[in-house]
């Protein structure tokens, strides 16, 4: 009720009870539309009354995506976000769940289904289906070249596994290679995904469940203490031990600078380990990591999650240092 009527029921002297009661029924309406409101702006449900969970972003690598959820696509709208990416990118679980493989569609090519422990269903379309690093379209919908090396289909996975790789089979076939990304609360019709792939934990790598790997890491150097042990760089490639490559990154990443961690250049010149501290930022650097058991925190690249083993400098931005 605005101060107008209720000053105009006053003024013409009505009944205290009948301007009490118009007041509580605005005020319950008002209170009904707000929950409403709160309702529609909570997150999505999903089974068992949980809510759809922080995701692990799909895709492993430079990516590039918009909210195209809604768009036309002919007679029908787009039911998912494509997320632009270079052929055979390793393609990760969204959450821990179950995953099905589906081989037979004109549409989406070679595809599967995650369903989410939260009870979220995800669709990952236009999988591989090339040989070569070429649209051959000679290979089929199998693991190995759709899906992750030795994945089962019905396979129980964990997040942030390797599930499958980026293509364009289906109707994309000949187009940019992408993953058309489907989210499925309750396992119901599909909703944008947009906002969850903003907020989702992005992988800096992504290797066999219960693999030891180590990395190749080159890049620019942001900065470095011996002191502390922490060694910052912005990575703009990586190889890890278990084959994977990465290229075209820009992703900063914070090391555990260990302790007789070599430090040398590409003349075999060694230096002490507080030689990084005065390496000015942006100098070029490689390093090599120890091996260690995989985790997520050190998928995510989460600081200190991965330790140096060796550096390895230029002479020519050591001799800033040592000159």
């Known amino acids: 009720m605005n101060g107008k009527v209720f000053a105009g029921l006053i003024g013409s002297r009505a009944p205290v009870y009948k301007v009490l009661e ?3 029924r605005n005020f319950l309406i008002a209170l009904v539309l707000a929950v409403a409101a709160c309702s529609l702006a909570a997150p999505l449900a999903s089974g068992g009354g949980k809510v759809v969970p922080r995701i692990v972003f799909p895709v492993v690598g430079k990516v590039t995506y918009q909210d195209d959820f809604g768009d036309s696509r002919g007679r029908l709208a787009h039911q998912g976000i494509d997320i632009m990416a270079a052929k055979k990118s390793p393609v990760v679980a969204a959450e ?3 995953i099905t493989f589906r081989a037979r569609s004109a549409s989406a ?8 422990r939260s009870g979220t269903m995800y669709e990952y379309i236009h999988l591989n289906n090339d040989l070569t690093m070429k649209n051959d379209n000679k290979g089929k919908c199998v693991a190995g070249t759709a899906y992750a090396n030795g994945l089962k289909n019905g396979a129980k996975v964990k997040a942030g596994q390797v599930i499958g790789y980026v293509g364009d089979s289906g109707d994309a076939n000949g187009l940019d290679s ?4 489907e989210l499925h609360p309750n396992g119901h019709h599909a909703v944008s995904p947009y906002r969850n792939l903003k907020r989702a934990r992005v992988l800096l790598f992504a290797a066999r469940p ?18 502390s042990g922490t060694l910052s760089m912005r990575v703009s490639s990586l190889t890890s031990s278990d084959g994977l490559e990465l290229k075209k990154l820009s992703r900063k990443l ?3 600078l260990v302790l007789g961690t070599l430090v040398s250049d590409e003349n075999a010149d060694t230096y002490p380990l507080s030689v990084l501290d ?6 070029a650097i490689a390093v090599a990591t120890t091996t260690a058991p995989l985790t997520l925190a050190a998928e995510t690249g989460a600081a200190l999650a991965l330790a140096t083993a060796d550096v390895f ?3 020519q931005y050591l001799a800033r240092t040592t000159g």
């Open 22 to 24: 118009m007041w509580n």
């Open 96 to 98: 821990d769940g179950k």
């Open 109 to 116: 090519g070679c595809m599967l289904y995650l369903y989410g």
């Open 178 to 181: 992408h993953l058309h990304f």
């Open 210 to 227: 219960g693999a030891e790997v180590s990395f190749n890491l080159k890049g620019k150097l942001i900065e470095a203490d011996s002191v």
């Open 254 to 256: 914070t090391l555990a």
């Open 278 to 283: 005065d390496l000015e930022a942006n100098s």
């Open 313 to 315: 400098i230029p002479a």
